[in-house]
């Protein structure tokens, strides 16, 4: 069992190796500066830079005024549709959305009722997995990390296809639908066989319900006994509408169309996708925000006294206390400075369902957090800086409310985002048709050969 491996390299040889690693590898960060690197594809003022145009999302946190950025209200729109008017018509014609968004984000426009429920009917037939799949790729070979098996898997699913290498359009969008349709049941399988092999828990595979939507058909797969209730469901399918697509600049999105724009096959692209989306500076901030609650409630008599709170995130700020990363998880990003309307949307949705599930002072010493925080963060770097919570900060509870593990935070994130993944794929193999290359400037001096006998 791959779980059992062990490298055949020591340690020990590895970390007499770091050093000459570590004395090769030094840039000066006054270089940057020299040469005028956007380091992180950033400018000077922290935007991003410009790097391609899109149609799909729009993520807007400031405005340009005199050549300063301004703060304002944040706004998230899919395909020119604000996000808020998409889940205030769900919930207020009280139906799931998460299929609609996946139609507008690949498609472009909102679907009709017949394209509504003909999209709904191919996304329940594809959620099976090829014959024998599960056996082979998955169960015997289990991971410790999900994410890490449902990129596995998914570039084991290029040996099923007949015409993996094909990127006309049809072609991948047939790849785009069967993915997104499938990424849900890799990851619960992928979990379920962790469960056997890595916490000698019982593992149950159910059968696939076609009438399900994607937020009913999660909570169906990974309960035991299959029961949910209606509220559950479309609070998660709310979550799933929230992180379906982010813009063509964040990590994992960009990273798939880096890929894609080197004329890779889908799964190749997708694959990537999930490997950013893996880092714990991307899409593994839920589980740091969950984690950092805790450990608030642990330590502080009142995690809802605002002073308390303050005091205990200026030890977090100074390594103090925490997980010693000096970070306030949750709060900031990189667009939005007024508000992040997942956030807001987010909030507003989770109160009433935690509050009735017991998670009253989780809910209260998040919301505590989320006020206390932009000042202190203001205090401590001496900066006039906008900070507002972002999507993570109450995304980790209520995954919590519904009982969903703690495992499956980051790959749900994964299952929804691979929609936005897939439109942007499609995008960029339409529009764009040049390879992305940003440029690297070497600053290694010029050195002669030595010849091997005459080294040190």
């Known amino acids: 069992m791959s779980a059992n491996y062990i490298s055949p390299i020591s340690m020990e040889a590895i970390s007499s190796l770091c050093g000459e690693l570590d004395k090769n590898n030094s840039i000066n960060k006054s270089d940057y500066e020299r040469y005028h690197v956007k380091r992180g594809l950033r400018n000077e003022d922290g935007t991003g830079v410009m790097a391609g145009l899109t149609r799909i999302c729009s993520v807007e946190g400031y405005y340009i005024l005199d050549g300063e950025r301004v703060a ?24 799931f959305g998460f299929e609609e968004v996946i139609w507008l984000l690949l498609f472009g426009d909102l679907p009709n009722a017949d394209q509504l429920a003909s999209l709904q009917e191919v996304l329940s037939v594809c959620r099976t997995l090829p014959d024998d799949f599960i056996e082979d790729q998955i169960l015997k070979h289990p991971s410790k990390d999900i994410m890490n098996k449902m990129a596995r898997s998914i570039m084991c699913l290029y040996s099923y296809d007949e015409d993996p290498d094909d990127i006309s359009v049809a072609n991948v969008l047939r790849q785009s639908l069967q993915l997104i349709a499938q990424l849900p049941t890799i990851m619960n399988t992928a979990y379920q066989v962790k469960r056997r092999a890595f916490y000698n828990k019982s593992m149950y595979l159910h059968p696939i319900n076609k009438n399900q939507t994607t937020a009913q058909y999660i909570l169906n797969q990974i309960r035991s006994d299959k029961k949910f209730t209606d509220e559950e469901a479309k609070l998660l399918d709310i979550m799933l509408m929230l992180h379906a697509e982010h813009g063509g600049g964040n990590n994992s999105t960009f990273s798939t169309r880096v890929l894609t724009s080197s004329g890779t096959d889908t799964y190749s692209a997708i694959a990537a996708g999930i490997g950013s989306l893996k880092g714990p500076r991307h899409g593994g901030a839920n589980i740091s925000v969950s984690r950092m609650m805790n450990d608030i409630i642990a330590n502080v008599s009142d995690p809802t006294d605002e002073g308390q709170i303050k005091d205990y995130l200026y030890k977090i700020l100074k ?28 909030k507003r949705s989770a109160r009433e369902l935690a509050y009735k599930a017991g998670y009253e002072k989780e809910f209260r010493t998040l919301e505590t957090v989320e006020k206390v925080t932009p000042d202190l963060l203001r205090e401590f770097k001496g900066t006039n800086d906008e900070i507002c919570a972002n999507v993570d900060l109450y995304s980790g509870l209520v995954y919590k409310v519904l009982r969903i593990p703690e495992d499956l935070y980051t790959p749900l994130f994964a299952s929804a985002r691979i929609a936005g993944w897939c439109a942007h794929r499609l995008e960029e193999l339409t529009t764009n048709g040049k390879i992305i290359r940003p440029a690297y400037k070497s600053v290694s001096r010029k050195r002669e050969y030595v010849t091997l006998d005459k080294r040190q």
């Open 72 to 95: 304002k209200d944040g706004k998230l729109s899919y395909r020119g549709y604000d996000i808020n008017q998409i889940i205030s018509s769900c919930i207020n014609e009280n139906r």
């Open 319 to 346: 390594k103090e206390a925490g997980d010693g990363m000096g970070l306030i998880y949750g709060m900031g990003h990189a667009v939005y400075t007024v508000s992040d309307p997942r956030a807001v949307i987010l």
